[in-house]
């Protein structure tokens, strides 16, 4: 069955740095990916997606993730953190066809000042 | 244009007594999904309606869950009876067409704690 692990349940960044949130995926075809975003009290937010184009994709507010097959990875990336970045962030899949996404456990980013 | 609400934003109750939770989706949006998420781990599919059709109900734990959506608009989650696991945050989701590729809209989710 797909699966998806995000290392590390929390992260924290100075504002200003890099930000790096990482996601595996367990199949070996990329299915399609996605990054959403949860700030406190809201539904969760679609940051970027993947769907078989580009490998390097751009979001929203400046984040941007690449798949590399050859890792089944599909890291979340942002240059320069700002504070209202702080919030939980959760990578998932979805196979070709699928009507299921399937959901990491989530990492909370913190940004310091 | 009104996002996917649900109600109550947190519902509180002792163990063996009954909750519905409610959904509305974003309107035209004939897909909604009911997820959960136990404190602290992945956010874990429970079904999909397809109108009011059941498209697929394999995620849901027990037949203590019955999930409607009646006319194909709002949905509703009921737990009867609740037991102490079932605590958690339960969000829904719609989306337009249904696609793979397609992104979802969730509500802002129901923190269910059983006492």
């Known amino acids: 069955a797909q699966s998806v692990t995000q290392l590390g349940s929390h992260v924290s960044v100075s504002e200003g740095a890099l930000v790096l949130l990482r996601c595996n995926y367990s199949s070996s075809v990329p299915p399609y990916l996605f990054w959403y975003v949860q700030y406190p009290n809201q539904g969760l937010q679609l940051l970027l997606k993947y769907t078989s184009a580009a490998t390097l994709v751009k979001g929203i507010n400046g984040f941007e993730a690449e798949l590399k097959k050859s890792e089944t990875s599909f890291h979340l990336t942002k240059p320069s953190a700002h504070m209202s970045d702080a919030a939980e962030y959760f990578c998932?899949?979805?196979?070709?066809?699928?009507?299921?996404?399937?959901f990491g456990a989530g990492t909370r980013l913190f940004v310091k000042a | 244009e009104a996002g996917v609400t649900q109600f109550p934003s947190h519902s509180v109750i002792e163990k063996g007594q009954t909750v519905t939770l409610r959904c509305d989706p974003i309107?035209?949006?004939?897909?909604l999904y009911w997820y959960r998420r136990v404190m602290g781990k992945e956010i874990k599919f429970l079904l999909h309606?397809?109108?009011?059709?059941?498209?697929?109900e394999s995620g849901m734990p027990n037949n203590r869950f019955l999930a409607e959506r009646t006319g194909g608009t709002y949905s509703t989650l009921k737990v009867q009876p609740a037991e102490l696991e079932d605590s958690g945050v339960y969000f829904c989701a719609s989306s337009q067409r249904g696609a793979a590729n397609e992104k979802l809209f969730f509500g802002s989710g129901t923190q269910l704690s059983v006492l």
């Open positions: 309606f397809v109108k009011e059709s059941k498209q697929d």
């Open positions: 309107s035209g949006h004939d897909n």
């Open positions: 998932a899949v979805r196979n070709t066809g699928g009507f299921k996404t399937i």
